[in-house]
């Protein structure tokens, strides 16, 4: 079963527009929610993390909004570039409960000059 | 610089062989992660470790087995491979003082095909 849900499986915006890539979880358990980056070829790579304590986390043009009572998230791109297009994965884990993440299915997103 | 390495990065196999994928990473992380990526499916994790002699089962590990020899290599292991094991493999690993807030640092992959 997929613990971690990202509803699209690719998204096209174009340069200079805000991509919004939005993920739901199931297990209320989960406190940690990290944004992984992919280009095709490489492996992934840490974005942007945020901790269920917070509602929001802003790194640079990339932010998280993060809902505990609906149990969603999303990761909001200000101002696309087209060397933002990759593969985005929404991730979980809890501090105390083993040290591996649940990933979901992940969002091409293509940004489009 | 810190890094985990993969090799091979392709491998073309045939159905009933034996694979071995190999995982190298110097960050001196005591966890270690193997993961296979799919289309429509993501990354599911197959086994992982906490250290030098330790293997532990993912979500997948059914037709896989890992073996951690020390603490710097981590290998995943089909002892008969079927070409439902067709996948690209990253291997990762992570600080275990960090528990599930550890950043995970992937290999580059490989791309294994099984006719």
């Known amino acids: 079963q997929q613990q971690v849900r990202q509803s699209s499986q690719s998204l096209t915006v174009w340069e200079g527009e805000t991509a919004i890539l939005n993920c739901s979880y199931e297990?209320?358990?989960?406190?940690?929610f990290p944004w992984y980056q992919q280009f095709p070829g490489e492996g992934p790579a840490l974005l942007i993390a945020?901790?269920?304590?917070?509602d929001k986390k802003e790194d640079g043009r990339f932010t998280i909004f993060f809902n505990k009572r609906e149990k969603n998230l999303s990761l909001h791109i200000k101002d696309s570039q087209p060397g933002d297009s990759a593969t985005y994965f929404c991730?979980?884990?809890?501090?105390?409960?083993?040290?591996?993440?649940?990933f979901g299915t992940g969002t091409k997103l293509q940004v489009v000059p | 610089e810190a890094a985990v390495t993969q090799s091979p990065r392709n491998k073309v196999a045939v159905t009933g062989g034996k694979v071995t994928l190999s995982c190298n990473q110097t960050?001196?992380?005591?966890?270690m992660y193997w993961y296979r990526q799919d289309t429509g499916h993501g990354l599911r994790l197959i086994h992982y470790?906490?250290?030098?002699?330790?293997?532990e089962k993912g979500d997948i590990p059914d037709g896989y087995k890992a073996s951690r020899p020390s603490q710097e290599n981590f290998s995943l292991i089909l002892e008969l491979a079927t070409p439902s094991q067709t996948s690209v493999y990253f291997c990762?690993?992570?600080?275990?003082?960090?528990?599930?807030?550890?950043?995970?640092?992937f290999g580059p992959g490989t791309r294994l095909t099984v006719l």
């Open positions: 470790s906490y250290g030098a002699g330790s293997t």
């Open positions: 945020i901790r269920s304590v917070s």
């Open positions: 297990n209320s358990a989960f406190d940690y």
């Open positions: 960050n001196n992380h005591n966890n």
């Open positions: 991730a979980a884990s809890e501090r105390n409960s083993g040290t591996y993440q649940r």
């Open positions: 990762a690993s992570g600080d275990a003082s960090g528990g599930g807030y550890a950043e995970q640092f």
